[in-house]
């Protein structure tokens, strides 16, 4: 008779456990995703800028871009539009570089973007850093500092 109750007891305990792990992680996979655009932005910077700051010394970099959980923070980016092109997601994606750097920022716009621009502009971009820029030794080619949930915010022309 006790050993039936302790039993049910546990069954019980755990029915509940396994209840609220489900709510918990429902609501995690549910949550909003951070609006860009409606925050204020941290940092605002020249392409240039940004990319010497990764390849100096890409920690330090890091510890300024990014808080403490990994989230990078909100930046303006303000550059001149090297190429246009499209991923493989359909979404935009501009390179702001000057012709005499070895590396540049690569803009990936949201899908809702309607971007009407022009190889050479002048824009401010505003987004989050995926990754930042660096040397790859094996290619012998430099990588882009990678920004994402882009969106012009002015353009300087």
């Known amino acids: 008779m006790l050993k039936n109750k302790t039993v049910k007891t546990i069954l019980i305990i755990m029915g509940i456990g396994i209840i609220i792990a489900g709510s918990v992680g ?3 996979f549910n949550m909003p995703h951070r609006d860009v655009q409606a925050t204020s932005a941290d940092y605002q910077l020249s392409a240039k800028e940004i990319v010497r ?4 010394n890409s920690a ?3 510890e300024k871009y990014l ?3 990994g989230e990078s923070k909100v930046l303006v980016i303000t550059g001149k539009i090297a190429s246009i092109s499209t991923d493989f997601n359909d979404q935009k994606v501009i390179l702001l570089k000057d012709a005499v ?5 690569n803009c990936t716009f949201l899908p809702e973007t309607n971007i009407q621009l022009n190889k050479g502009d002048i824009i401010s ?6 990754s930042g820029a660096s040397y790859d030794e094996d290619l012998e080619m430099y990588e882009n500092v990678i920004l994402e949930k882009c969106s012009i915010i002015k353009d300087i022309n």
């Open 101 to 105: 750097e070895k590396s540049g920022v």
């Open 26 to 28: 429902y609501y995690m």
């Open 125 to 130: 971009v505003k987004g989050v850093i995926r």
């Open 60 to 62: 330090t970099a890091n």
């Open 67 to 69: 808080d403490e959980e």
């Open 53 to 56: 700051e990764y390849l100096n």
